[in-house]
């Protein structure tokens, strides 16, 4: 198997890779999200997963950057590939509740709300905005921008997101076992609050449904004039469903191969409703002998942090599929 699902067509100069942190209040429904040790705790991931890729270690809480099970975050991914390229990535603080230990490029939003009960992202035209700015300040530095996220519960969000905006999806999800039923329950409360409402505009169904970074990221992708790249899975499908719905140009969206193929998903289905063809990075985690890698491959973590666009770009500037199995090795056992 390739380690890329197409060939490279841009090799850019000057690429910015830059993560979207943000917070959904849904984290924190037990059982809904995997990213963070407790339900709790979900709510630090963001802060302590640019901690760990901007300092190479996280030391504002004593948590280890695995999952129980040994799984390595796949901030340990874009760590890797960061170094790899010799980047510094450029994060942004879409909305977080808890202050970042790490510099930030602060949007002054909030974290997103608990959708069921009130408007999640008041702030979504705000954020859109400033997104835009950022974005067309961006262009004047960059030919390519590669857009992360980490917002734990972000896939529940962006399920609300997509199905507010027509479309039948089935998302993705940081466990093994996707808690489909749980999501099923929230977006169905979500969806009847937007029709008891009667939100029918793109933007105000991300206000209603959506969370900080949804926003930001779509207007980002208006206001940047090279290259983009949405670094993620269905989370990235709810923005390029926003900037399609707007009739701003779609964006390319890379994954790993373990949200592409993800059977709980219907990841393809959705992207190519949109008009995408997603970019997949097969790193070949089952053939590393590394057996917290290898939990990719049964479905554990699968994405996040941009870790699938950070390999793309690492490929794009370059570096061989090996090069970067080696760096994500040497990476990995420096945390064991
Ligand atoms: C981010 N950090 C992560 C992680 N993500 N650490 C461990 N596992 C992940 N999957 P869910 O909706 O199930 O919470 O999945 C979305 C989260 O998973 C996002 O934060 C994404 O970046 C990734």
Redesign the pocket.
Known sequence: MAFLSEEITYHPKRPVFAPILANTML?KVPG?????PSPEK?VF??IL?AELIADGRITSMPIRPN?PTGCP???TITRAMMQLCGLAPFFINAGLEHPATTPTYHLCGEPGRDPRISDAVPMAGMLYQRGRELGAFLSRLSDMLVIG????????TSLCVLRGLGYDARV????IDNPHSLKEEIAGAVLQRIRDEGITEPLDIVAAAGDPMIPAAAGMVEGFSGEIILA?GT?MLSVAALTKARGVRLPKIATTIYVHDDPSANFREIAGAIGLSPVYVDPGFGETGHSGLARYCIGE?????GAGGAMYLARALGHTGSMIRDAIMRTVEAYS
């Open positions: 984290s809904i999200s995997g990213a963070g979900t991931t963001p997963d999952t975050t796949p901030a996220e980490c917002v734990p519960g972000g896939t529940t993705s999800s940081s466990f993620g989370q973590v699968k994405e996040g942090m």
